[in-house]
């Protein structure tokens, strides 16, 4: 052999990992000194199986099952691992895939309310101290006196459209439309007063009905709902798009 030649070879390797008790891969580097035994105390911290309750298998990096990682006592880098090679750990101790990441078969730690509102050192006790948000009564009137004058605009506004109306639709940020009352009143999908509104061109979202009830008839496209203070009934002669000429 040519003493001038050396091998070299890289410290550490990149593997995928897989699991019986998961269906998600996992791409870790780890270095090739390590022992099996040490090499499946740091896979617990990663796949949740107690590292006594693993059996360790290698593929290729074409998925190519080549032996049992079974000898604790032996260097990772003792065994034909390349980078992208996969080690499927099978999980012996029972347990089913997604149990360790199914978050609704978690405990949850709850606290009662009153309990916590005795805390002095929770959030809602900052935010009192603070007075923010809900907890400043004057802020709070403040808003809820805004909100209330707007609902009785909205109420004055909608009293003022009636069905079959022509109207023009203006939303801050969106183009000028034009189009035909088709609906006025409460709705199941929001709060408030509402104004159905089928358009003189498909610029809408809906068929006029919206969560499997239905408001209105129209084409598909041309209907949409608005708010009333965003309506102005009057004169809107239907424009002619010149959709019969050649």
């Not at 190519?64 to 034909?80: C, N």
């Not at 709850?110 to 805390?119: A, G, L, S």
Request: hydrophobic share 35%.
């Amino acid at each position: 052999m040519d003493s001038n030649v050396m091998v070299i070879t890289n410290p550490t390797v990149s593997v995928r990992l897989t699991s019986t008790i998961s269906s998600f891969e996992v791409n870790k580097r780890y270095n090739r000194g390590i022992t099996i035994g040490d090499f499946k105390g740091k896979l617990e911290m990663v796949v949740g199986t107690p590292a006594s309750c693993m059996e360790l298998q290698l593929f290729s990096p074409t998925d190519k099952f080549i032996q049992k990682l079974d000898d604790d006592e032996a260097l990772l880098g003792s065994y034909p691992v390349d980078d992208d090679s996969k080690i499927h750990i099978i999980d012996c101790s029972g347990a089913k895939i997604g149990e360790f990441s199914d978050l609704s078969k978690v405990e949850k730690f709850e606290i009662p309310d009153d309990v916590y509102e005795k805390r002095t050192d929770s959030v809602r006790s900052f935010m009192k101290k603070q007075r923010v948000g809900r907890f400043n009564e004057e802020e709070s009137a403040k808003k809820e006196a805004e909100l209330a004058a707007r609902e009785a605009e909205e109420v004055a506004a909608a009293a003022q459209i009636a069905v079959g109306n022509r109207c023009q639709v203006r939303v801050v940020g969106l183009p000028t439309k034009i189009g035909t009352v088709m609906y006025v009143g409460p709705v199941d999908f929001k709060p408030g007063h509402w104004v159905g509104v089928k358009y003189d061109e498909p610029l809408g979202k809906h068929d006029g009905s919206v969560k499997g009830k239905r408001y209105f008839q129209c084409e598909n496209k041309y209907g949409a709902f608005v708010k009333p203070l965003s309506v102005t009934v009057g004169d809107f002669p239907e424009e002619d798009y010149g959709l019969d000429e050649m």
